[in-house]
């Protein structure tokens, strides 16, 4: 960035640039002694700032606070720059004299601070922060807080009234990877109404229709690529528009969009509350920092991951991958599916809803990889192999933003989203682990009236399994069973399992009782990383269809879950220069 204009600065002064224009500025005056000379200048004609104009004088404590809360939001640590002494001492000069001046200057009890900390001048959103209903909200991702803060939520002024109900739209997040309003609706007596939609009985409120259209009126989504959310947030409803699979396939996004709202029913009247908003776009497409990667690894699975690139964006930063095996793993596939009976068709044909779960789980690959800094600390992390089980996740900083991925067994698009972080800062990707699914074929005799004097251990290919208890339960109420908190009714067995090297679920359970009746029976279960790397798990497998005690049970279970860590695969994300 060249050197700004005196007006320029004094414009930030007066809080007449943009957030992104003023972020700008931030950047070139930790640089540019020239530009904070100047801009010191100007804060020295504050001197004679008429203290009649003051409406608070804020005591040094609460001054001090409103400047670190704007420090702005990193997960994990950051790393701190190197600096001469020469240009610490004239930063720590720099932060005493913005000190000096803010005392002087207007500051609202609402929290609203003008500050230049160690060289950088701190646009002012606070205020904005403090007042969103999306920071507020207990509910709101950490994505969506930061974005607020970075001045990338407009407070609105729409409403329409419909059947004494009135509709307002309070606030937009315009993003490059996601669109949310939210909204709020009271009846004729001023009275919120409430936007619970999971409450029994009927349904009180409908949004019919949440459309993004470009200037010339097209709609920015096909029927088919993804439809709106909502949830409630306290007294407002959140309606979001996921952008996460445009922005990963590098569709341009118009700078302006609109935003039409349409509720069929509210407070349990039909009627019709329609508004358009206005978004603009071009501030946070400015903001989004694109970082092509385009590395290439084949693990020893057979496993190809082509790492594409990382889109820095306001309330996310989004990393694109694509997934697919080798054309020999996906021989050895076809030969153990073809050893067992399956066919390539993925639906549940004549073997039934197990043979397509048998079918899924051979052709399943899954990673799990870390992001790290320049210190080597892990700053966020994705898991897909453990989904199902948090307890052996290394997932860190991740949000939930739409699809996380889509395809075929051919190849799979992925797309993870984590908190926001800077495009300039210095990370690395790290494979950490890649899982697969193989087939097993464990079988086990219980009989559950004896289950509790005479415990039945069992073993299958290192995993060893310990079946303790049985209980019938008949009240559909939570109870505590063993270490879990099972609801429904059915049968209960406890067990505990000691897994085998690299093996980290067993899944595909299955029972049998003496009449030869097959049920489904899920496993609930605490799960731990021993210090040699196994795992063991202790939990319950329920048995919900099962209707009174039997007298024997055969248990199955079809497949293990292995966690592969010979990955040695790692990636410098460089931002263009």
Request: one cysteine or more; aromatic letters at 6%; charged letters at 30%.
């Amino acid at each position: 960035m060249k050197c700004v204009r005196a007006d320029r600065l004094a414009a930030e002064l007066n809080r007449d640039l943009s957030p992104f224009e003023a972020r700008q500025l931030e950047r070139h005056l930790e640089s540019c002694a020239d530009c904070r000379n100047e801009m010191e200048r100007l804060l020295t004609s504050l001197d004679d700032f008429d203290p009649a104009l003051e409406e608070v004088q804020p005591d040094d404590g609460f001054t001090q606070a409103i400047l670190d809360r704007l420090d702005p939001y990193v997960p994990g640590e950051q790393p701190q720059a190197a600096e001469t002494p020469d240009s610490a001492s004239q930063r720590i000069d720099w932060k005493k004299r913005s000190v000096d001046i803010l005392k002087k200057v207007t500051i609202v009890v609402a929290g609203l601070a003008v500050a230049i900390s160690l060289g950088t001048f701190v646009s002012p959103t606070f205020a904005d922060y403090v007042k969103s209903i999306f920071s507020s909200s207990k509910d709101v991702d950490q994505g969506i807080k930061e974005a607020v803060k970075q001045g990338f939520v407009k407070q609105l002024d729409l409403n329409v009234t419909d059947q004494g109900v009135t509709l307002r739209i309070k606030e937009i997040l315009a993003d490059t990877l996601r669109i949310a309003v939210m909204c709020e609706a009271v009846d004729q007596n001023g009275n919120k109404v409430d936007f619970d939609m999971l409450k029994p009985g009927e349904q009180k409120n409908r949004l019919q229709d949440f459309v993004l259209k470009d200037k010339n009126g097209t709609p920015l989504f096909k029927p088919e690529e993804g439809g709106w959310t909502i949830k409630k947030e306290g007294d407002y409803m959140m309606i979001r528009q996921e952008l996460t699979e445009l922005t990963a396939k590098g569709r341009a996004l118009p700078d302006e969009l609109t935003a039409e709202v349409h509720w069929a029913k509210l407070d349990g009247k039909e009627g019709s509350w329609k508004l358009t908003v206005p978004i603009d776009m071009a501030e946070a497409k400015q903001a989004t920092k694109t970082v092509a990667v385009n590395q290439h690894y084949t693990s020893p699975q057979g496993l190809k991951i082509d790492f594409k690139k990382v889109d820095f964006a306001p309330s996310a930063t989004l990393l694109s991958l694509e997934t697919q095996l080798t054309s020999e793993a996906r021989e050895r596939q076809m030969q153990i599916m073809k050893q067992n009976g399956l066919t390539e068709e993925m639906n549940p044909g004549a073997g039934g809803f197990q043979s397509f779960q048998l079918k899924q789980a051979i052709r399943e690959y899954k990673i799990a990889y870390e992001l790290v800094d320049e210190q080597g600390k892990v700053v966020a992390a994705q898991d897909d192999g453990m989904l199902r089980d948090r307890d052996l996740s290394i997932d860190k900083n991740t949000i939930v933003n739409g699809i996380t991925g889509t395809g075929t067994d051919e190849a799979m698009q992925l797309w993870h989203t984590f908190v926001p972080m800077s495009g300039d800062r210095k990370l690395t990707f790290r494979l950490h682990s890649v899982y697969t699914n193989e087939l097993a074929d464990f079988s086990a005799k219980l009989k559950p009236a004896q289950l509790q004097q005479k415990p039945v251990q069992a073993e299958d290919q290192g995993n060893r399994l310990t079946f303790s208890n049985f209980v019938m339960k008949k009240d559909p109420a939570e109870t505590k069973i063993g270490n879990q908190s099972v609801s429904g009714t059915g049968g209960v067995i406890e067990l505990q399992a000691e897994l085998a090297k690299d093996v980290v679920a067993l899944d595909i359970w299955q029972v049998k009782d003496e009449t030869g009746k097959e049920y489904d029976a899920m496993l609930q279960k605490t799960s731990t990383r021993n210090p040699d790397g196994t795992v063991s798990q202790q939990g319950v497998l329920v048995i919900p269809q099962l209707e009174k005690e039997p007298k024997e049970l055969t248990v199955t279970y079809k497949a293990v879950q292995k966690q592969h860590r010979d990955v040695k695969w790692e990636v410098p994300i460089v931002a263009n220069p």
